[in-house]
Nanobody
Framework: QVSVVESGGGLAQAGTSLTLSCAISGRTSSDYSMGWFRQAPGKPREFVAAIIWHGGETTYGDSARDRFIISRGSTRNTVNLLMNNLRPDDTAVYYC????????????????????????WGQGTQVTVSS
């Protein structure tokens, strides 16, 4: 049984920074590539960022590029998302997701952006940015 748990959401003012964290529990003997998606009310789920299981490659969605930074945490199978220069349109529920390393999903830079690639999902954490 694998669980994905997000933390760090909340209320922030525009122009400030917020860090989200995500941790996998359960089958921790495996390695996981991990990603973040977000969904605003009335909008489809959107890819934010992903990091490969060994941390050597990252990808970003258009909304996150140049403002957000994804990184592996100090503990195995944890990941952080540093969100800088927040804007009101960053308001959404942010979901952490993971898939087992070595799965033959194809090139990381493409497949990591598809929600269908991911096996495990967290419940989501709300981020609200006020102007």
């Amino acid at each position: 049984q694998v669980s994905v748990v997000e933390s760090g959401g909340g209320l922030a003012q525009a122009g400030t920074s917020l860090t989200l964290s995500c941790a996998i529990s359960g089958r921790t003997s495996s390695d996981y590539s991990m990603g973040w998606f977000r969904q605003a009310p009335g909008k489809p789920r959107e890819f934010v960022a992903a990091i490969i299981w060994h941390g050597g490659e990252t990808t970003y969605g258009d909304s996150a590029r140049d403002r957000f930074i994804i990184s592996r945490g100090s503990t195995r199978n944890t990941v952080n998302l540093l969100m800088n220069n927040l804007r009101p349109d960053d308001t959404a529920v942010y979901y952490c997701a993971a898939y087992t390393a070595y799965r033959p999903v194809g090139p990381f830079d493409r497949t990591s952006q598809a929600s269908s690639t991911y096996e495990f999902w967290g419940q989501g954490t709300q981020v609200t940015v006020s102007s």
